[in-house]
């Protein structure tokens, strides 16, 4: 309690004192197409930072950037918590995991043994399967080390590379959440995951992710991103803004009332009364929302109820 | 050193190892099988069957231009050749955006037709014909002893590069960010196979080679469910059907590396039906 205390203190104090990530004026290309471009987003430790958009706005490429596997413009700028630029922090990354290749048999503990050291998976015994059973206990899929991948649900997959993504524990967590594939106590295990990591550990998350209801639950700073940052700021901040309305009319008009209840139950989330979000992504955005003026006004995610009449 | 070998396999209980021709085949065929078993496995699980296909293509141009050349040896051309094109099959892959089928397909067929154009100049093609057939009958002690040496330096390698190696095979971007750079690791596999192609290709034959790197673990993944017990049954499919190919050749007659091949084939349709026996 008192770490995440300590978290949202430093929001708003600059980066001197704990670990932060700084993305400056990332951009990406496929020769002449613009990917995304100008992306600058700043991320503190203990937060959860969610990126939403529609398809093709560049999310996932955003990921790959940051760990380095795409070409880009800007930097990415780390400082640690002795106030100390470091260069590259430890990246987790979990992938979408319908990009895998669950075909072959491999194990869990096979998947854990090659990642973890460099004994040959496929002539040793392992030596740390109580570490591995340890890692996945953490995500609640202890039971889960002997299976072969192609057997495991979606879920399931997510939270093996969710633990692998904690082996060594990163500084920033990169998540590419799937659009479908999990089922609703899959989403629960999995959010409840990052609520504990969000507590206990200190990195800072980077979430992609297509459940708007979910990130406007657990997100401490949401970033819409449609070939670029849209707009970015606390959830309300994003969620009531007319740009986001936009992009997702139609997920607004279907899901509203379930996203307006949804906060309406969450009596720890701090609120606050914004005029929309900022533009240009930048601490300050996120200093605001962290303010927290509590207004107690659980309509302004209403989205729907006003229709998107613009 | 050959003479001990010789006799302890000549107090083997067996016709076939009557002839020295037929004991140097057996231990050759225990020295390339264990080769294709081990590849094998992340041929498979990469995708890379048409790519191993290729590198025999390729293979053959090498041995042309060394031919032409004049400056190597067969086997050193082979090498170098098949080494450079695996290589550059490998980068071209992870430099353009065009499909790696349409780019391996570009290379195979400019491979074979090169490397055919060059040896049928002056008519003299027929020297070549045993590449494409491969005859493990005529190997010599010598080249046993390269094939063992390679078998060990194969099998080192494989210790190191196997886990990344496989994080690579599973999701390239996911090993990224273990620190796992997937175009060295390719690299260096594409090498190995390529090596394993091109000291091998002389006594397997152009035509069936590629199936050897893929038939063992094909088999295998029917029936596994670890990666140690894929490797084992991969390798033990590519010892058993190498072995009773060879003695299969022997007493009927006909070329080893097919009937290797054709065993090879029977074993991955025997897993299949288990596999579906297994998963009623």
């Known amino acids: 309690m008192l770490r995440k205390l300590f978290h949202h203190a430093s929001s708003q104090s600059d980066c001197t004192k704990l670990c932060c990530t700084r993305i400056e004026s990332f951009g990406v290309r496929a020769g002449n197409l613009v990917i995304f471009e100008d992306v600058n987003i700043h991320v503190h430790c203990g937060q959860l930072t969610a990126i939403i958009g529609p398809n093709g706005a560049g999310k996932s490429t955003l990921l790959r950037a940051i760990l380095g596997e795409v070409p880009h413009t800007g930097q990415l700028k780390y400082t640690d918590a002795k106030g100390k630029h470091t260069g590259s922090p430890v990246i987790g990354y979990v992938p979408q995991y319908l990009k895998f290749d669950v075909s072959a048999p491999i194990t869990v503990q096979d998947l854990f043994a090659a990642c973890l050291s460099n004994r040959p998976v496929w002539l040793l015994p392992v030596n740390n399967r109580q570490r591995i059973l340890e890692s996945l206990r953490r995500v609640k899929a202890a039971e889960l080390i002997d299976r072969t991948l192609g057997a495991l649900s979606g879920g399931e997959l997510q939270r093996v590379l969710v633990a692998l993504a904690l082996n060594p524990m990163p500084d920033l967590l990169l998540l590419d959440e799937p659009v479908s594939g999990v089922d609703q106590n899959g989403l629960e295990i999995f959010y409840e995951i990052l609520e504990d990591l969000q507590n206990n550990e200190d990195m800072a998350i980077i979430l992609v992710s297509h459940d708007l209801n979910m990130v406007a639950r657990h997100a401490d700073q949401v970033v819409l991103m449609n070939k670029g940052v849209v707009c970015s700021g606390s959830p309300e901040e994003v969620f009531r803004d007319r740009r986001t309305r936009k992009i997702f009319g139609m997920l607004a008009g279907d899901g509203t009332r379930d996203r307006g209840t949804g906060f309406e139950w969450l009596p720890h989330r701090k609120k606050s009364v914004g005029e929309g979000c900022s533009c240009d992504c930048d601490c300050g955005s996120i200093s605001k929302s962290d303010a927290g003026f509590g207004s107690g006004d659980g309509n302004i995610y209403d989205v729907g109820q006003e229709g998107d009449g613009r | ?280």
């Open chain 2, 1 to 280: 050193m050959m003479e001990t070998i010789y006799g302890i396999l000549s107090a083997l209980p067996f016709d076939w190892l009557h002839y020295d021709f037929m004991k140097n085949a057996l231990l050759a065929v225990l020295l390339i099988t264990p080769l294709f078993g081990l590849l094998s496995t992340m041929v498979v699980s990469n995708r890379m069957a048409f790519f191993s296909d290729s590198l025999g293509h390729g293979a053959f141009t090498g041995l042309a231009i060394g031919a032409i050349l004049g400056i190597f040896s067969p086997v050193q051309s082979l090498l170098l050749f098949s080494i450079v094109f695996a290589l550059l099959i490998t980068w071209i892959k992870n430099h353009s955006t065009a499909s790696t089928d349409t780019i391996i397909g570009v290379f195979s067929s400019v491979g074979i037709a090169a490397g055919l154009m060059m040896m049928s100049y002056g008519g003299s093609f027929n020297k070549y014909a045993s590449y494409l057939i491969g005859d493990i009958l005529s190997i010599t002690p010598e080249e046993i002893g390269s094939l063992a040496v390679v078998l060990v330096l194969v099998f080192v390698t494989w210790g190191i590069l196997f886990n990344r190696l496989m994080i690579v095979s599973i999701n390239a971007s996911f090993a990224r960010s273990r620190g796992i750079s997937s175009t060295l690791v390719e690299g260096v596999f594409a090498a190995m196979v390529a090596v394993v192609v091109a000291i091998s290709i002389q006594w397997v034959g152009l035509l069936i080679i590629n199936s050897l790197l893929v038939l063992p673990a094909a088999a295998a993944r029917n029936v596994a469910a670890s990666v140690k017990q894929y490797h084992l049954f991969s390798v033990a499919s590519a010892m058993l059907s190498g072995v009773t190919g060879l003695v299969a050749a022997y007493y009927c007659n006909m070329a080893a590396g097919a009937t290797i091949v054709v065993v090879s084939a029977v074993i991955f349709f025997l897993t299949m039906a288990m596999k579906k026996r297994l998963s009623k």
